[in-house]
């Protein structure tokens, strides 16, 4: 007996040596193909930035509030959540943002230059359970589950141009499971009340998703667990490439094949990203200002997605002769409205210096040799402007896509500084998305009571009470992000150092003592608002005043 065990035990350990050769071979292998094809690539900002977006690192704040503000409305690329289509009508196409990881380079023009956002992995899957959570319980104030978990995109939505939540990987994965087991659990525990037993008995624990089953469930370790990792060398469960899932494999049963992968990312982290941390934005904005050449001092661009958007239909729009010759005005009066703005950059920024004008010019305003006055051009800029929005006022109205014809708002400038605009921007998104969360607890509270909807939540403040058993779990879980993070964090303090001794380089001007009417403005909740007076109830009221005056 004791011959058969140790016989046994023999071969399984040759089994798992000739597997760890194998995977050790194939993952050298691999990755000596990588360094080939990263040695060759060659990056150009005016080509194309790609913004590999890490789910829950502040991205697409960062994207919009930076990002989407440091480029002009028609250079950014179409949303690209839902599986990337670029629209090759729109040659201006410079700023990609996507879910998608490293592979995406594959379908991408030559030259795109990277970049991507990292967080630290505790506090990365923390908000992962916070937002997969507060979402899903939405579920919960429909009627019907499969309300909520139609996979098909609403016609509202589709007009809006958004991208439904559920219908963007990660959250592709999680998102139908939790609803799911979140609408069984919690009308269960409803239909125990109705029976008779108390609902503090039947929900004690079986109520929710607790944090322990999301960070060992099957669905987190494909999608969540060490998936910065996996994003930057192009792996995850998301991947273009076919092998993605051996690789992932052996990562997971094999450290020394796990290392090896792990060195490839920290080499392009090194040499083929432009850095940000989310636990350092300010500092991340003025770094990638700096690389991409951006002065934080000169004016933002408006947010809004920009560029031509593809047709849904497929069906192409028949122009009549009048509408065409409509087209051509139109054309001709955008054309004369961009040439009027470069003028009056330029002849704004001779008054600052030459820096500012090879700034514009680097930007792709066009010098002309003739430079008026500010005066004359704004006059002449006005007088195009009211004739272009008559003529494409009238092309809307007979459904012309008038989008497809290329041409530039000049009204997208921000009369803000690109430093200022992200502050603002930011505080604002904070405050919104706390809105949205009080709001969904308040309607699940009326419908379920305090003690379910306390369980439906988990605010920032619940993090830091957290055992620290369920932590190091969570660590463990994640220990490749967790050492890809800390290289991180030494990289970009290296890189914002270097930054800051070029003299070109800036940081984020001071906000002032009281913050802009603007923002003011735009940081009251929907409630407020309603409780304002309209304008047109403020104006009858000014005539009743100045008639009892009289």
Known sequence: ?????????????????????????????????????????????????????????????????FLGKAFPPSQRCENSYQGVSL?????KCRLLSSHDDFSLLQRLPH?????????????????????????????LLRSKIQKASNAEKSPLMEKLGRVQTDRVWPWSMLLPWMRETLWTRINESENATKEGRSLAEETN???????????????????????????????????TLPNAGMLQECVAKDAVAGQMMYDLAEERLRNQFILSITENLHESAELVAFKLGRSLKGRAWKAGMGGPKASSSGAEHQETSKESKTIQQAVVLGREVNKLVDQLLLAQ????????????????????????SVAEISKHLRQNLKQLASTTSILKKKNVPVEELGLRDPLMLDRRSLGRSFLDCMEYQHGKAVDISTKLFEKLQKKY?????????????????????????????????????????????????????NPLYESIPERGPASSSVLANLKLSQSRRSRLPSRSSMRRAHRVQDHGSR
């Open 1 to 65: 007996m004791l011959l058969l065990l140790l016989l046994l035990w023999t071969l399984a350990s040759c089994g798992m040596e000739r597997g760890e050769k194998t995977c050790r071979t194939y993952v050298k292998d691999w990755i000596e193909k990588q360094r080939s094809e990263d040695a060759s690539r060659q990056q150009n900002l005016e080509k194309m930035l790609f913004f590999l977006h890490v789910p829950r690192t502040a991205g697409r704040s960062f994207r919009k509030c």
């Open 87 to 91: 629209n090759h009508t729109n040659p």
């Open 111 to 139: 030259e795109t230059a990277l970049m991507t956002q990292l967080r630290n992995p505790i506090q990365r899957v923390l908000s992962a359970y916070a937002f997969a959570l507060e979402v899903s319980s939405r579920v």
């Open 205 to 239: 624990q079986r109520d929710t998703v607790s944090l322990e089953e999301f960070i060992n469930h099957d669905l987190v370790h494909a999608s969540i667990h060490n998936n910065m990792m996996f994003q930057v060398l192009g792996i995850t469960s998301y991947s």
């Open 349 to 372: 920024a001779n008054k600052k210096g030459p820096t500012t004008v090879d700034r514009l010019l680097k930007l792709g305003v066009r010098m002309d040799k003739s430079t008026p």
């Open 449 to 501: 009571g305090p003690a379910v909807a306390n369980k439906l939540r988990f605010p920032s403040t619940a993090r830091g009470s957290l055992p620290p058993s369920t932590l190091e779990s969570i660590r463990s879980l994640n220990s490749w992000d967790v050492k890809l993070y800390e290289f991180s964090k030494k990289l970009f303090t290296e890189q914002v150092q270097e930054a800051k001794e």
